[in-house]
């Protein structure tokens, strides 16, 4: 059974940075696309960015995260990162890690089958 485990959240003035961690356990990592998404209070659950399992390392960004999140991952280290820099007060959420078995990339929630428990973002303005 997969497993994942967010760390990385915490409370950080607006302009600021955090780099979200997310351990992956009880499978092959690198057969795993990997995506990140975020729910903020009273909305639905949203993509964030999200990266395959190939070489080549296909991802994807939502426009209002484009040129200020990176979402990386390390296959020896079983850990998929997304690194959060200039953050607003509009990026707080709870953030999850999610993954799906397959190359393609996911960009919608139906596509991922294992969740992490969320891990919360607050950008003070």
């Known amino acids: 059974q997969v497993q994942l485990v967010e760390s990385g959240g915490g409370l950080v003035q607006a302009g600021g940075s955090l780099r979200l961690s997310c351990a992956h356990s009880g499978d092959t990592f690198s057969s795993y696309g990997l995506g990140w998404f975020r729910q903020a209070p009273g909305k639905e659950r949203e993509v964030v960015a999200a990266?395959?399992?190939?070489?080549?390392?296909?991802?994807y960004y939502a426009d209002s995260v484009k040129g200020r999140f990176t979402i990386s991952r390390d296959n020896a280290k079983n850990t998929v990162y997304l690194q959060m820099n200039s953050l607003k007060a509009e990026d707080t959420a709870v953030y999850y890690c999610?993954?799906?078995?397959?190359?393609?990339?996911?960009?919608?929630?139906?596509?991922?089958?294992?969740w992490g428990q969320g891990t919360q973002v607050t950008v003070s303005s």
């Open positions: 990266i395959t399992w190939t070489i080549g390392r296909d991802t």
């Open positions: 999610t993954a799906r078995v397959g190359p393609a990339l996911g960009v919608i929630e139906g596509e991922y089958t294992y």
